[in-house]
């Protein structure tokens, strides 16, 4: 910690300091670098410009040219280490992309009962899985829909969506929010066309997403919403450069029906079995944590809105190669319940009904006892509780879905895992050294435009004051573009907007996840019984790291 703190000295303007993180992974090296800048993260708000009027007072023209004059030396001394990177980077700790990361402290020796979603959960997709759904989607908006027919060349674009956007159902915007609910200033677009600064303000007439406008927003969350989100965006695209008279809301409702199609109907579950090299990755270290718990004492159950079917096909294939001959996966549970209904599960009060697997069918007697190896469909939570007699604070449930797999059980007593699989790579590329030099460059100057702004009074700002601002602004711009760039070249990251702020998705994670990692498996690092602490200082989420200024700092 002391050694740290000669590599980082306190500077007057800021508060930086070594922390550790308690969240179970990796220690990391962080700090909450913006939570002292009150002045730089209002003026981040507004599109920053140099007022054309500089009348000054002459008894004070002294010290403002003084007062620029130290600002301007600061960012000299500061620009000369931006040609290479620092080696003090280097020795800085790096976050644990397999890591489990915690929002709310987590004790795994009071936890009893382990649940599990499946999709994106325990089954581990490959990325040809969203073209998949993809082109089922687009060819039943044009067979069913009657969409134009030239929609059957559109291409999936792995490159083009993240999660956690919401869709403009009014204006027809994809957005990419922060946690304070503002449109970041690149992640707004109108089909594949992205917005600016000036547009976005002609359409929202401000960046903030208000109360009742959030009630048109419609949240893109779980793991399936990449070809959503890039299947919306490109027929509105389409209708724009056809100059085609369209209702944006429409819009949504025809791709979002065609995507629940595409699940309901069954055609991706086959489409998957029927190719599962192509689309499922096998996974030992599942196995293997399953069986860790069963030999703990643990108690586990599946609880899945997919049908039985796919996901017998599923487990076995994943499993297959680390499974015994005569072994079943269905041994690994205690319940399995299939076509749950999430998230209505949570709310309604769905009797359960016990599946035939030989027949396909359901069998009309009431379900007041969960049998070994028997499968079971529909139900609700009320049910699931009175039947196992398992309390809240004792159950944690996995799911990739913040929404539907998450808020419900949250909200019942349930401790919760996001299973967030864009977690490890984007952790990967935060651990760049290249990632945190940026990092650092934009926080030297976001820091000395705040200092500019504070210290210079608006009746004063001369010539010297505009070619500091522009340099600053240029160095600031140019190091947010090349961080985004490192993520994704339309939305950026996940987890964070272009300002290093968090984004809307991770204010979810914040709420509905008590922890988070990016597969269930990382578990096994872990004791079953350690006591999982949220990191004591004031990040909101644990795995960022807040590279200081001081980097620059003689």
Excluded at 91 to 108: H, S
Excluded at 423 to 437: C, G, K, M, T, V
Excluded at 507 to 520: C, F, G
Excluded at 527 to 533: F, G, K, T
Aim: aromatic share 14%; with cysteine.
């Amino acid at each position: 910690m002391a050694s740290l703190r000669r590599l980082f000295p306190l500077c007057s303007s800021s508060i930086n300091r070594t922390l550790f993180s308690a969240s179970g992974a990796r220690e990391g090296f962080g700090g909450s670098f913006f939570r002292g800048y009150s002045v730089i993260a209002s003026s981040e708000q507004t599109v920053l410009r140099p007022d054309d009027d500089c009348g000054q007072v002459a008894a004070d023209s002294f010290i403002t040219d003084d007062e620029i004059g130290k600002i301007r030396h600061e960012f000299d001394a500061a620009r000369q280490c931006f040609h290479k990177v620092p080696k003090v980077l280097k020795g800085m700790p790096k976050m644990n992309p397999k890591g489990i990361y915690v929002n709310k402290n987590l004790r795994l020796d009071n936890i009893q009962v382990y649940g599990f979603d499946y999709d994106y959960t325990l089954a581990h997709y490959s990325a040809n899985l969203q073209s998949l759904i993809y082109d089922l989607a687009k060819e039943h908006m044009v067979n069913e829909l009657r969409y134009p027919e030239v929609c059957m060349k559109f291409k999936y674009d792995p490159t083009f969506p993240i999660r956690g956007l919401y869709y403009d159902r009014s204006k027809g915007c994809l957005l990419k929010l922060d946690f304070f609910g503002s449109i970041e200033p690149d992640g707004c677009y109108f089909g594949r066309r992205k917005l600016s600064r000036k547009e976005i303000e002609e359409l929202y007439g401000t960046r903030h997403i208000g109360r009742d406008q959030a009630r048109g927003l419609d949240g893109l969350m779980d793991f399936f919403c990449f070809s959503e989100a890039c299947l919306i965006a490109d027929v509105v695209q389409h209708f724009v450069d056809a100059k085609l008279e369209f209702d944006t809301s429409y819009i949504y409702e025809d791709v979002n029906r065609a995507i629940q199609h595409v699940h309901r109907s069954g055609f991706a579950h086959r489409g998957i079995l029927a190719d599962p090299h192509r689309y499922l990755v096998k996974n030992g270290e599942l196995l293997r944590f399953l069986r860790m718990l069963r030999e703990k004492g643990k108690k586990l159950f599946l609880l899945t809105n997919s049908p039985y079917y796919f996901v017998d096909g599923g487990m076995r294939f994943m499993l297959e190669d680390s499974l015994g001959y005569k072994d079943s996966w269905r041994e690994l549970f205690d319940v399995v319940i299939a076509k749950a209904k999430k998230p209505e599960f949570y709310t309604s009060e769905h009797p359960f009904r016990c599946y035939d697997t030989e027949k396909d069918t359901l069998a009309y007697t009431k379900v007041d006892a969960f049998l070994p190896n028997k499968i079971y469909y529909h139900g609700c939570l009320k049910s699931f509780l009175q039947i196992t007699k398992w309390n809240g604070p004792e159950v944690i449930y996995f799911g990739d879905h913040l929404f539907s797999d998450l808020r419900g059980p949250s909200k019942a007593g349930w401790r919760t895992a996001a299973i967030i699989h864009e977690l490890e790579s984007e952790i990967h590329i935060q651990n760049e050294d290249s990632y945190r030099f940026e990092q650092a460059k934009f926080h030297i100057t976001q820091e000395l435009l705040g200092k500019l702004h504070s210290t210079v009074a608006q009746s004063q700002r001369c010539e010297a004051y505009k070619s500091l601002f522009e340099e600053l602004n240029k160095e600031r711009q140019n190091a947010r573009s090349m961080m985004k760039r490192m993520f994704n070249r339309s939305f950026g990251a996940t987890f964070l907007t272009d300002t290093g702020q968090e984004s809307a998705f991770a204010y979810h994670i914040h709420q509905y996840a008590d922890v988070y990692t990016s597969k269930p498996e990382n578990f096994l690092f872990y004791p079953p019984e350690a006591w999982l602490q949220s990191p004591f200082d004031i990040k909101i989420m644990p795995h960022h790291v807040k590279v200081p200024s001081t980097l620059f700092e003689n």
